[in-house]
């Protein structure tokens, strides 16, 4: 690679770093991006620094198995992780790693991502599942990854954060966007009570529209989900979209639907007056953890 461009993978990852700190998707040290630079050598950020406060110099460059080759500090802890996705991804030039609030809240709960609701979302991640719990650092993680990287460019980990990757450091993060934005309308469709799916055959649509926007997918959809088989490694997305059975395109969620938190439905008919709804902090925050309970 020439100097050139690895100038510019750097100030890619201090950029990626930047959002990712401006965004709240990372506090203090947290958070990792990788990019590769050859097929001998990869650029990490290093451990213990602000992704909002790098800069190029300060990145590390190691080898695919994780030995320093150059840089004055020491690579990421969390190193092994971004290394299992390259040997898994041949297609995948950079990796990000963050703890976006409300897409590590669904990990935190053990819901995972993969109901088809947006169609950005099915478009350009499709399924974003979770997974396994692996201690941080240690070997655990980059097994718990290995078994969904070869299906997914989106992953949530246990009760830790998530994962993407994608052909450049950018993309890689904008994906990690995406995730965040849909944890969002997601986690704000269930406190209402109600999701609408994208069908089946509307989704298998979506997904043959890829190639147009110029969209490389990881792996087809599971031809029947309920056959999967949890083997060392998922090659296909399971992905949550019902048959619609005429020409429908969006599907009332029933298990959503029956759901429904009526004491949350009662204490805001309750607490309406003149068409506005008034609550207290402590209400809401009750109202919202009531809620949240309700769905798992």
Known sequence: MSTRIEEQTRAEIVEAGRRMYARGYVASNDGNISARLDETR????PKSVSKGFMTPDMMVVVDYEGKKLAGDRDPSSELPMHLEIYRNR???NAVVHAHPPLATGFAVAGIPLTKAVLAEVVTTLGSIPIAEYGTPSTAELPAAVRKYIKAHDGLLLANHGAVTCCRTVMTAYYKMETIEHFAKISLVARLLGREHLISREEVERLQGLRGMYGIAAPAPLCADPSELVATDQILCQVLEAPEAGGSERLVPDVATSARLVPDVASTLRQASRDGE????????????ADAVKNLR
């Open 42 to 45: 990869i650029l990490t950020t």
């Open 90 to 92: 041949p297609d995948v």
């Open 277 to 288: 709804i008034r609550l207290t902090y402590g209400e809401l925050t009750a109202l919202i």
